[in-house]
């Protein structure tokens, strides 16, 4: 019993020399300096362009949009992003949209590798009241391997439309924001 004692009072000791040790040459609390807020992001509600049973709206690949405002100049530039539900082998090439009878290939800025692929394009100022305007719109995703185009349905170009309408006035509506310095 009294070796027990006698080990839990050293290793005690013990802890309590590299406590003070390793606390005694640092700072406990470091304070940085609040970085400037660059930019404001919104991202839209995604829309999932297959479905289960031609009824009931599916998992993926969807869409969505991305605004984001330099909070400098005040700039905004658009974004559709493409996330493919399975983790595809072949790499993605880019996102095309079809508004009417009209190709538009889209810049991609991003891929990102996570829980699935997302494929960012940027929207050019000329694309974004197009998409507006137009009833038929098609979505074409190509990798190195195939191109898979999907045609939106009435219902699904109406959300479309609305998403980045919605986000548009989200992301304008926003005040640029500032950072009180005490």
Sequence with gaps: MERIFSLTRISSIFL???VLVSCSGTKAFVVTPEPTLEQQTAISKDICMQKYLWVFPGKRPCVYFKAERDNGTGAVTYFLLYEIGTFDVDIPIGVSLKLGETWYNLKKTNTDYSDTIVVTS???QEILPKIGENQNITISYTNRKETINYQLSSSQ????Q???SKLIRVIESEPKLNINKR
């Design 162 to 164: 609305s998403n980045l």
């Design 122 to 124: 940027a929207l050019t």
């Design 157 to 160: 170009t109406a959300a479309f």
């Design 16 to 18: 309590l020399f590299l």
